[in-house]
C-alpha cells in the first residue's frame, strides 16, 4: 500500500499567489482530513470529509480557505491569496471511519511544508 | 477550551535506558486516547492507542498507562533505540464534535525524545 500520498512536498511561493495543496487518501478509506502544523499552536485540524463530503470545517482559518473533495481518491486544499503567515507543513490523513463516532486510526501523509515570503 | 498537554518538552536518555513520555488532559469525556511518533520531515506515525476503560496496554516495546483519576497518560519505551529519537503526540478524541459524531483527533503539544548512542 502507498499511504497518503500527497504534493508538492515543497512549496515556495510570494504573499498574495494562490496555492493549492493535493491529496490522495489510502484506497478504501472513507474519511479524509487536513491538517496545519507550526510551531507555535502545533498540529491542528483544518478540514474533516467523510465520504466526500464536508462534515467539520470549524478549523479552517478563513475565507482564504477552501477545500474539496470531487472523488474518494482525490482532495485539494487552496489558499487565494496566500499569507505569510500560512506558512507551515500541511498534512493529510485519512481513515477508515464511516462517519459514526470513530476511533479509526488515522493514517497521515509525509506532509506539504509551505513557505509564504 | 479544553486540550491536551504535554508536561515535558524534551527528554533524552542514553541508547537502552526505558524511556517515560506523559501527557495530560483535560477532557473527562475523551474516551480514546493515541500516542503518535513524529520523525524528521514526516507526518505522524501511529504507535499504540488505549480506550478509556482500560488502564493499560502493551505493544512491542511501548505501554501506553492512563490514569483517569488524575486525567495523566504516559508512553513507556523499553530499551530506546537511536531509532526511537523523534517528536512523541498524544491525542485524545472526542467522540462527539458539536452536532456531528466522529473521531476527532485533539493533538497535544509533543516531547521532543533524544536517544544518545
Known amino acids: 500500500d502507498a499511504g497518503v500520498i500527497q504534493s508538492p512536498r515543497h512549496e515556495v511561493t510570494e504573499m498574495g499567489q494562490e496555492v493549492t495543496l493535493r491529496c490522495k487518501p489510502i484506497s478504501g478509506h472513507n474519511s479524509l482530513f487536513w491538517y496545519r502544523q507550526t510551531m507555535m499552536r502545533g498540529l491542528e485540524l483544518l478540514i474533516y470529509?467523510?465520504?466526500?463530503?464536508?462534515?467539520?470545517d470549524s478549523g479552517m482559518p478563513e475565507d482564504r480557505f477552501s477545500a474539496k473533495m470531487p472523488n474518494a481518491s482525490f482532495s485539494t486544499l487552496k489558499i487565494q491569496p496566500s499569507e505569510p503567515r500560512d506558512s507551515a507543513v500541511y498534512f493529510c490523513a485519512s481513515s477508515r471511519a464511516s462517519g459514526r463516532a470513530s476511533t479509526d486510526t488515522q493514517y497521515f501523509g509525509p506532509g506539504t511544508r509551505l513557505t509564504v515570503l | 477550551g479544553e486540550s491536551v498537554g504535554l508536561h515535558l518538552p524534551t527528554l533524552s536518555v542514553q541508547e537502552g535506558d526505558n524511556s517515560i513520555i506523559n501527557c495530560a488532559y483535560s477532557n473527562s469525556a475523551s474516551d480514546y486516547f493515541i500516542w503518535y511518533k513524529q520523525e524528521s520531515g514526516k507526518g505522524p506515525q501511529f504507535i499504540i492507542d488505549i480506550r478509556s476503560n482500560m488502564d493499560k496496554r502493551q505493544g512491542q516495546r511501548v505501554t501506553v498507562l492512563l490514569n483517569k483519576t488524575v486525567k495523566h497518560l504516559s508512553l513507556q519505551i523499553a530499551a530506546t533505540q537511536p531509532g526511537d529519537s523523534a517528536v512523541y503526540f498524544c491525542?485524545?478524541?472526542?467522540?462527539?464534535?458539536?452536532?456531528?459524531?466522529?473521531?476527532?483527533?485533539?493533538f497535544g503539544q509533543g516531547t521532543i525524545l533524544t536517544v544518545h548512542p
Open positions: 470529509f467523510n465520504n466526500n463530503v464536508p462534515i467539520d
Open positions: 491525542a485524545e478524541i472526542l467522540a462527539y464534535a458539536g452536532g456531528t459524531s466522529y473521531g476527532k483527533l485533539t
